[in-house]
């Protein structure tokens, strides 16, 4: 059961992925049963039975699709009576970890109750956040508590298979939808963030760490033909035609307004997809942000990669 209220997208997202991990946390050392002559025991938990649950768990996940981090660190917090810490691993991580953890269990549900503060302009933070856990983890959202009129009672997806590769061992970002890539191969990327820029420094910190976000190129210059007038847009995905644009407080007066409208429709003439972020979002909910352009990316790089596929 989670309870959800003032929610942004990864917040709720975090609190669906925590329900699910109390619940194995609950039912350890069934998903390990290496692990069942180390419970049990009246005494507290020593340090070598610590290790000792760590190192099962890594080798389940050796001989396994498991990721070993997770896996591990998942074991020794249920071994423990403990939640896992909310910073240890991001979500995406999570809920592969979770989409293995809950393979061949039938048709798993997680109740949601819905907070009586929750307003109707928050439901499609609800709806996208269930519709991640669904796709992702592979179990069905139920909604309960007070009623939000765009959905149905239960939402019920079929999730694709746990991805064959592990992400490495490294300590994920605390939000985001991102797979970990080693530090020793960082996505690629074209020109760099403008080093007055914090806004445009943290966003490629957090790019730095998908694995999807390779092919970015930073503070690039377009001109739609001869006679229009050079566009600088802040980062471009060039193959997939996706702009993401960060917004100071001038953005807001009247002209500058009117000058970004104009940018805006003219990159969209030219198939490209455009999205803008204030530099408050990229400071106070980078997870947020993160998780949006991944789905922009991943969405024209699926229609590119069909259209060629059919040409």
Not at 39 to 53: E, K, M, R
Request: aromatic fraction near 6%.
């Amino acid at each position: 059961m989670a309870i959800i209220e003032a929610p942004t997208l990864v917040s709720v997202i975090m609190s669906m992925l925590q329900a699910i991990e109390a619940v194995k946390i609950k039912t350890f050392p069934e998903w390990l049963p290496a692990a069942r002559a180390l419970t049990g025991g009246d005494s507290s938990p020593s340090a070598t039975a610590v290790a000792a649950i760590h190192a099962l768990a890594l080798t389940e996940a050796a001989h396994s699709q498991h990721y070993g981090p997770y896996l591990a660190d998942l074991a020794v917090a249920a071994f423990l009576g403990q939640p896992l810490a909310e910073d240890r691993f991001a979500p995406e991580i999570r809920a592969n970890g979770l989409a293995r953890l809950v393979a061949g269990s039938g048709q798993p549900v997680l109740v949601v109750t819905v907070a009586a503060a929750f307003s109707d302009d928050e439901e499609p933070t609800a709806i996208g956040a269930a519709q991640w856990i669904c796709g992702r983890v592979g179990i069905g959202v139920w909604f309960v508590g007070k009623p939000l009129a765009a959905t149905q009672d239960l939402l019920l997806m079929t999730a694709p298979p746990p991805p064959a590769s592990r992400p490495p061992a490294t300590r994920p970002p605390q939000s985001g939808s991102c797979n970990v890539v080693a530090p020793d191969r960082p996505a690629p990327t074209t020109g760099r963030p403008h080093p007055t820029s914090d806004s445009e420094q943290r966003l490629e910190a957090a790019l730095q760490r998908c694995d999807w976000a390779s092919g970015r190129a930073w503070n690039q210059t377009y001109r739609r033909g001869p006679l229009s007038n050079v566009i600088r847009v802040d980062l471009l995905w060039p193959h997939e035609k996706c702009v993401v644009e960060i917004d100071g407080a001038d953005h807001r007066r009247s002209k500058k307004y009117l000058a970004d409208r104009r940018r805006d429709v003219d990159l969209q003439l030219d198939g490209y997809a455009v999205l803008r972020f204030t530099n408050e979002q990229i400071r106070d909910d980078i997870g947020a942000v993160i998780i949006q352009i991944e789905h922009l990316v991943r969405a024209r790089r699926g229609n590119t990669e069909a259209q060629h596929h059919v040409g």
